[in-house]
């Protein structure tokens, strides 16, 4: 248990103590977000009956759970590797299941703080109630610490930062910008409508809103079952990577 | 009486290139061991192997009886390794970085045990302040430090004095003597082959991943009357 709490500390403290960066800079990026769509659609756009600018908010706060999350394990990993402060990890006796527990809970704990932060900010200009806060909970904790898992993975594969940044571009980016924070999938033409489905982000972000406005695109119990799939498949593949130590352990 | 490290035909490839041939040796608990070589002869890929770093094609190694895959949990416990790269992290202070990993082998309170390497290794001065601003020889030192904080009875030393300066390796070969006195087996690879022969009472000359000569240390200078370590070394390695 030692093990676990020190690597956990260890890996909150590093974003911890550069919280401006990690914590604050995304919730000022959600924020302007926020006014800039809001300021230009709230008048004219509502969303299953809710104002624009309303509808908007929980999208953001989930967007940004997700990016942080992935950012943090994936940056942690990938700095450890190239400067080589792996080994201060890889020689004790930290089991892989530990490392896994004490990487995804730190990385969860920092898309949390950020999800806080941007729920903060952004309240002040929202009509916005919580009328399932289970559901907001759950989803907010399955769908962090899947991008966490995922974030694990991306910083074990890459070998440079340039591989993480197109990680981060070409598939996280894509992933959460179309998924439905800024818009509902049934405003949009039939075949991206059932594109989005094989998007698992939409139904993180659409089963956090329901949690919200209590109305969502899909039933919350169907996106639930997606996520968690997600999250155990994602979480088996990561194990396993760890276990065999690809790319960890030569 | 168990061996400290018992490495029984390792064998590594990298691609291609074989940076282990089949390297095969026993060391004794209490031993103060040389792993000797020039560069590529695969010091440190033998070491990497003993500390988990790497997993080796072939072969078994084990410390204490513990095999380092099977019953990894057990043989890191009793292994401090200070690798050769100078590395850091750069987000904590020394006695951070010394707690934290403390906290990695299951140790809550240590800070004596910290406190004391800490004024061996003339860092006290220092534990407060952030790796960042450390000069290379104090990163070196913390590198030491943190190899020891578990108090493990075998400890390897790669190239620990690689750009250290000439006070700092007295203080720094006075400790680990200390340390050897007091039951710790030392391994020790190194360049600089004076300090070999004053500390080590066995080598082992490595060459292209195979060992070429494994005795005590006065056997290996008797082979060559009158002649250096270095001497020794490299008449053994034109063999």
Same mark, same amino acid.
């Given at each position: 248990?030692?093990?676990?709490? +020190?690597?956990?500390?260890?890996?909150? #403290?590093?974003?911890?103590?550069? @919280?401006? *960066?990690?914590?604050? %800079?995304?919730?000022?990026?959600?924020?302007?977000?926020?006014?800039?769509?809001?300021?230009?659609?709230?008048?004219?756009?509502?969303?299953?009956?809710?104002?624009? +600018?309303?509808?908007?908010? $929980?999208?953001?706060?989930?967007? *940004?759970?997700? *990016?942080? %999350?992935?950012?943090?394990?994936? @940056?942690?990993?990938?700095? %450890?590797?190239?400067?080589?402060?792996?080994?201060?990890? #890889?020689?004790?006796?930290? $089991?892989? @299941?530990?490392?896994?527990?004490?990487?995804?809970?730190?990385?969860?704990?920092?898309?949390?703080?950020?999800?806080?932060?941007?729920?903060? %900010? +952004?309240?002040?200009?929202?009509?916005?109630?919580?009328?399932?806060?289970?559901?907001?909970?759950? =989803?907010? #904790?399955?769908?962090?610490?899947?991008?966490?898992?995922?974030?694990?993975?991306?910083?074990?594969?890459?070998?440079?930062?340039?591989?993480?940044?197109?990680?981060?571009?070409?598939?996280?980016? $894509?992933?959460?910008?179309?998924?439905?924070?800024?818009?509902?999938?049934?405003?949009?033409?039939?075949?991206?409508?059932?594109?989005?489905?094989?998007?698992?982000?939409?139904?993180?972000?659409?089963?956090?809103?329901?949690? =919200?406005?209590?109305?969502?695109?899909?039933?919350?119990?169907?996106?639930?079952?997606?996520? =968690?799939?997600?999250?155990?498949?994602?979480?088996?593949?990561?194990?396993?990577?760890?276990?065999?130590?690809?790319?960890?352990?030569? | 009486?168990?061996?400290?490290?018992?490495?029984?035909?390792?064998?590594?490839?990298?691609?291609?290139?074989?940076?282990?041939?089949?390297?095969?040796?026993?060391?004794?608990?209490?031993?103060?061991?040389?792993?000797?070589?020039?560069?590529?002869?695969?010091?440190?890929?033998?070491?990497?192997?003993?500390?988990?770093?790497?997993?080796? &094609?072939?072969?078994?190694?084990?410390?204490?009886?513990?095999?380092?895959?099977?019953?990894?949990?057990?043989?890191?416990?009793?292994?401090?390794?200070?690798?050769?790269?100078?590395?850091?992290?750069?987000?904590?202070?020394?006695?951070?970085?010394?707690?934290?990993?403390?906290?990695?082998?299951?140790?809550?309170?240590? &800070?004596?045990?910290?406190?004391?390497?800490? /004024?061996?290794?003339?860092?006290?001065?220092? /534990?407060?302040?952030?790796?960042?601003?450390?000069?290379?020889?104090?990163?070196?030192?913390?590198?030491? !430090?943190?190899?020891?904080?578990?108090?493990?009875?075998?400890?390897?030393?790669?190239?620990?004095?690689?750009?250290?300066?000439?006070?700092?390796?007295?203080?720094?070969?006075?400790?680990?003597?200390?340390?050897? !006195?007091?039951?710790?087996?030392?391994?020790?690879?190194?360049?600089?082959?004076?300090?070999?022969?004053?500390?080590?009472?066995?080598?082992?000359?490595?060459?292209?991943?195979?060992?070429?000569?494994?005795?005590?240390?006065?056997?290996?200078?008797?082979?060559?009357?009158?002649?250096?370590?270095?001497?020794?070394?490299?008449?053994?390695?034109?063999?």
């Amino acid at each position: 248990m030692t093990g676990f709490l +020190t690597l956990f500390g260890k890996e909150f #403290l590093r974003f911890w103590k550069v @919280s401006f *960066q990690t914590i604050a %800079a995304p919730v000022l990026t959600a924020l302007l977000y926020l006014l800039i769509f809001g300021h230009v659609l709230d008048d004219h756009v509502q969303v299953h009956g809710v104002r624009y +600018t309303s509808f908007l908010v $929980p999208g953001l706060v989930m967007m *940004q759970i997700l *990016q942080n %999350a992935f950012a943090n394990s994936s @940056s942690s990993l990938i700095q %450890a590797k190239i400067t080589g402060s792996i080994v201060f990890v #890889l020689l004790p006796p930290i $089991p892989y @299941s530990v490392f896994f527990a004490a990487y995804v809970l730190a990385a969860l704990a920092r898309g949390l703080l950020v999800g806080l932060g941007v729920l903060a %900010a +952004t309240v002040w200009f929202a009509d916005l109630r919580v009328v399932a806060p289970l559901w907001v909970l759950v =989803f907010a #904790l399955f769908g962090g610490a899947l991008f966490a898992a995922l974030g694990m993975i991306a910083g074990i594969w890459s070998e440079k930062f340039d591989h993480l940044a197109g990680f981060q571009n070409f598939l996280i980016m $894509p992933l959460t910008m179309l998924s439905g924070v800024f818009y509902s999938i049934y405003t949009l033409p039939a075949f991206w409508q059932d594109l989005s489905h094989y998007n698992p982000v939409f139904y993180m972000i659409d089963g956090f809103r329901y949690g =919200f406005f209590g109305v969502s695109d899909v039933a919350p119990e169907v996106s639930l079952t997606v996520v =968690f799939a997600c999250f155990a498949a994602v979480s088996v593949l990561t194990l396993s990577l760890l276990k065999r130590g690809w790319k960890l352990r030569g | 009486m168990v061996s400290a490290v018992s490495i029984v035909d390792v064998v590594k490839h990298f691609g291609s290139l074989q940076a282990l041939a089949g390297v095969s040796m026993e060391i004794g608990q209490g031993e103060f061991f040389g792993l000797l070589g020039p560069n590529g002869a695969g010091k440190t890929t033998l070491i990497s192997s003993l500390a988990g770093l790497l997993r080796p &094609d072939a072969g078994t190694l084990k410390v204490l009886g513990h095999d380092v895959i099977d019953d990894f949990r057990a043989a890191r416990r009793l292994l401090g390794v200070v690798p050769q790269e100078l590395v850091f992290d750069p987000f904590f202070s020394v006695r951070e970085t010394l707690r934290i990993q403390s906290g990695y082998f299951g140790i809550r309170k240590n &800070d004596d045990w910290i406190d004391e390497i800490l /004024a061996n290794l003339d860092l006290t001065a220092k /534990a407060d302040v952030n790796m960042r601003r450390l000069s290379g020889g104090m990163k070196r030192r913390v590198l030491v !430090a943190q190899a020891l904080v578990h108090k493990p009875p075998v400890i390897v030393l790669d190239e620990p004095t690689a750009g250290v300066d000439v006070e700092l390796r007295q203080g720094l070969w006075q400790f680990v003597r200390r340390l050897n !006195a007091e039951g710790h087996t030392i391994i020790l690879t190194t360049h600089y082959l004076e300090e070999a022969e004053a500390l080590c009472n066995r080598i082992a000359l490595m060459k292209q991943g195979r060992v070429v000569a494994l005795d005590k240390t006065i056997n290996l200078m008797a082979a060559y009357p009158g002649a250096s370590l270095e001497e020794v070394f490299v008449r053994t390695l034109r063999q």
